[in-house]
């Protein structure tokens, strides 16, 4: 059974910095691309990023372009994001999640998300 | 970046009934489609792939279609377990964007 446990999320200031981790287990992690999306509380749900199997490549939402870092280490099956920068617009609920088989971008398992809470 | 319009933003219907959610992507998308149900305080779960293929252990109640760029969830006979939000989501290029969610009540 796919596993996905999130951690790190706190209460942070503006400004601050953060890492989420991600651990997995169930499935074969280094043949699987992996993502964070996030969720701002009683809102939509919107993709953070992405990172291949081997960490060569990785991909980013506009919105957290050159804040956020995707990371993974295949070794201890984990994921994880750097934070910096942090904004009141970065409050959400971050879910990491695997993705089917046959479609690399589309979310078929997920954590049960860990609650970063960016405030004064 | 394609955008995703769901609608309506939410709807009540009563137990047994047909209920029908509509998703629009700005551009094609192949059926790169994908349904989601995020039930309160829960992540949310796959239910629909590749527009209509209903993904292991949903209930049969839940179908997907497509006709170019729309696509549309029916719910068959409306069951109280499946008040929640639902999402469409895109996956055939990077950003996987998603609808703006469509909450479904029981009257």
């Known amino acids: 059974e796919v596993q996905l446990v999130e951690s790190g999320g706190v209460v942070v200031q503006p400004g601050g910095s953060l890492r989420l981790s991600c651990a997995a287990s169930g499935f074969t992690f280094d043949d699987y691309i992996m993502h964070w999306f996030r969720q701002p509380p009683g809102k939509g749900l919107e993709w953070v990023s992405l990172i291949t199997w081997d960490g060569g490549s990785t991909y980013y939402a506009d919105s957290v372009r050159g804040r956020f870092t995707i990371s993974r280490d295949n070794s201890k099956n984990s994921l994880y994001l750097q934070m910096n920068s942090l904004t009141t617009e970065d409050t959400a609920f971050y879910y990491c999640?695997?993705?089917?088989?046959?479609?690399?971008?589309?979310?078929?398992?997920w954590g049960q998300g860990t609650l970063v809470t960016v405030s004064s | 970046d394609i955008q995703m319009t769901q609608s309506p933003s939410s709807l009540s219907a009563s137990v047994g009934d047909r209920v029908t959610i509509s998703c629009r992507a700005s551009?094609?998308?192949?059926?790169?489609l994908a349904w989601f149900q995020q039930k309160p305080g829960k992540a949310p779960k796959l239910l629909i792939f590749?527009?209509?293929n209903l993904h292991s252990g949903v209930p049969s109640r839940f179908s997907g279609s497509e006709s170019g760029t729309d696509f549309t969830l029916t719910i068959s006979s409306l069951q109280p377990e499946d008040v929640a939000t639902y999402y469409c989501?895109?996956?055939?290029?990077?950003?996987?964007?998603f609808g703006q969610g469509t909450k479904v009540e029981v009257k």
């Open positions: 590749a527009a209509s």
């Open positions: 989501q895109k996956y055939n290029t990077v950003p996987p964007t």
């Open positions: 551009q094609g998308i192949s059926n790169s």
């Open positions: 999640t695997k993705p089917a088989h046959y479609a690399d971008y589309l979310p078929e398992s």
